[in-house]
């Protein structure tokens, strides 16, 4: 095992009704600015909730943070906090609103250029304001981790952050509140859980049985959940809780640094996939669909090992040779995400070998040249990625 810090303060509410403990949760002299994304905290009575249990704290609502958030939105975000002096943030929506209030928490205090934050990882952030979150959408694993992703929409760039100043006070995670997605986004949600998995288990062996097992689990439990979220969102069915409750956790605990502690850690199929988000506004989910099965077959002799040990305890697949079962592993992956109503080939999103050559080049525009656990994703490993995943 690898030499690991492991560190995540940040509390968890779980379950049924449990918004209410925001009276607990949040400072009772905190003044408080609420996030939201469109129109969904509103239309699902989340925001109401909100208010309710915010109690006589000072509040206002800032909303319009887009999927991807923008820059240039949180830059408004900034001013209104600055303005009106909020001591303290409170994110109610998935992923892209929880990172948008950790972009702003650090923004608020930041001295200079806040796009220098991205320019630098994060490593440039030296205090950032207080924040909780109530997530309505699995699937990021930002409601329990420090980490963000911000696109600057004028130039194309989708660039992620980090700093242990930017980890949530507390998450509130009550599985009712995914009853109002759309089948769509559940599906989004066990993807990209799957593929937050995969990123940090599909590497090299380094004898980490634990960290093995624990991501074996839950990509099991990914597989085992995915197609009955699909069917339960049909009309006139009761959503099933706890299958929204596992798809929560699962998602969570896929991201929240447990599994990656002492292991080594990919993520080239993720920063492929920001630019495929960034250029043509593909959900991020989708664009890991796409990138992971080419990605897989192209690494596949330096992943062997953790790939056999995927088919056989994932999908069970043992008997053929070496080759075939890594195959086999591959394309059940694939069949996965085809089967969650995601597909998985560039054509199906109207994309040709013309938008390789641009992807390519925002890689190296941003320094995404020395990819993945080893450091052998070039831009010419990507470009043949891409070309596998027509
Ligand atoms: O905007 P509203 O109206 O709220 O609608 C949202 C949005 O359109 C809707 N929604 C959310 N909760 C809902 C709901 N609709 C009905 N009922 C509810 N309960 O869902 C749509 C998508 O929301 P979004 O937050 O964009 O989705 P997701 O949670 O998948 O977040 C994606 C963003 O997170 C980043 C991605 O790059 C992307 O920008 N990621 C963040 C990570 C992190 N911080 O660790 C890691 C991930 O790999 C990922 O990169
Ligand atoms: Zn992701």
Same mark, same amino acid.
């Not at 937050?196 to 380094?206: A, D, F, I």
């Not at 839950?218 to 995915?226: A, K, P, S, V």
């Not at 080594?264 to 593909?282: K, V, Y």
């Given at each position: 095992m690898l030499n690991f810090d492991f560190y995540n303060p940040t509390q968890i509410v779980f379950g049924k009704d449990r918004i209410a403990d925001l009276s607990k949760l949040v400072p009772t002299d905190a003044k408080v600015l609420i996030l939201v994304g469109g129109a969904s905290a509103e239309k699902t009575g989340t925001l109401a909730e909100v208010r309710q249990a915010l109690g006589a704290r000072p509040h206002s609502t800032f909303s319009g943070i887009e999927p991807n958030p923008s820059f240039e939105t949180a830059m408004q975000a900034v001013q209104q906090v600055r303005a009106d002096g909020f001591d303290f943030l409170l994110a109610?929506?998935?992923?892209?609103? @929880?990172?948008? /209030?950790? %972009? #702003?928490?650090? /923004?608020?205090?930041?001295?200079?250029?806040?796009?220098?934050?991205?320019?630098?990882?994060?490593?440039? @952030?030296?205090?950032?304001?207080?924040?909780?979150?109530?997530?309505?959408? +699995? /699937?990021?694993?930002?409601?329990?981790?420090?980490?963000?992703?911000?696109?600057?929409?004028? #130039?194309?760039?989708?660039?992620?952050?980090?700093?242990?100043?930017? %980890? +949530?006070?507390?998450?509130?995670?009550?599985?009712?509140?995914?009853?109002?997605?759309?089948?769509?986004? =559940? /599906?989004?949600?066990?993807?990209?859980? %799957?593929?937050?998995?995969?990123?940090?288990?599909?590497?090299?062996?380094?004898?980490? +049985?634990?960290?093995?097992? %624990?991501?074996?689990?839950?990509?099991?439990?990914? @597989?085992? @959940?995915?197609?009955? =979220?699909?069917?339960d969102t049909e009309a006139d069915i009761e959503p099933n809780y706890d299958d929204r409750a596992n798809l929560m956790w699962t998602a969570t605990l896929a991201l929240n640094g447990l599994i990656g502690a002492g292991v080594?850690?990919?993520?080239?199929?993720?920063? #492929?996939?920001?630019? =495929?988000?960034? =250029?043509?506004?593909?959900d991020h989910a989708r664009t890991l669909a796409i990138v992971l099965p080419a990605m897989l077959h192209e690494r596949r002799v330096q992943k062997q090992g953790k790939l056999l040990q995927y088919g056989e305890r994932v999908w069970g697949i043992r008997s053929g040779s070496e080759d075939e079962r890594i195959t086999a592993a591959i394309e059940k992956t694939r069949d996965f995400f085809e089967r969650m109503g995601i597909a998985t080939r560039l054509g199906a999103y109207g994309l040709g070998q013309e938008a390789i050559d641009v992807v390519v080049r925002q890689l190296e525009a941003h320094g995404m040249t020395r990819l993945s656990e080893h450091g052998d994703v070039t831009p010419q490993v990507s470009r043949r990625v891409l070309e596998a995943a027509l």
């Open positions: 109610v929506g998935g992923g892209s609103v @929880i990172d948008c /209030a950790k %972009f #702003i928490a650090a /923004a608020v205090l930041f001295e200079g250029d806040a796009w220098d934050i991205l320019l630098k990882g994060g490593r440039n @952030i030296k205090k950032a304001l207080p924040f909780g979150t109530v997530l309505t959408l +699995p /699937a990021t694993g930002s409601e329990m981790n420090n980490g963000s992703v911000i696109t600057r929409r004028d #130039i194309g760039a989708k660039l992620p952050f980090r700093s242990p100043h930017l %980890f +949530p006070k507390f998450s509130v995670l009550d599985p009712t509140k995914t009853y109002t997605l759309p089948p769509q986004q =559940l /599906a989004n949600g066990v993807v990209d859980a %799957f593929v937050h998995t995969v990123e940090q288990y599909l590497t090299y062996p380094v004898n980490s +049985p634990v960290q093995d097992r %624990f991501a074996e689990g839950l990509l099991q439990t990914l @597989i085992e @959940i995915g197609p009955r =979220l699909l069917t080594p850690q990919d993520w080239a199929t993720h920063m #492929i996939g920001h630019e =495929l988000t960034a =250029l043509h506004n593909i």
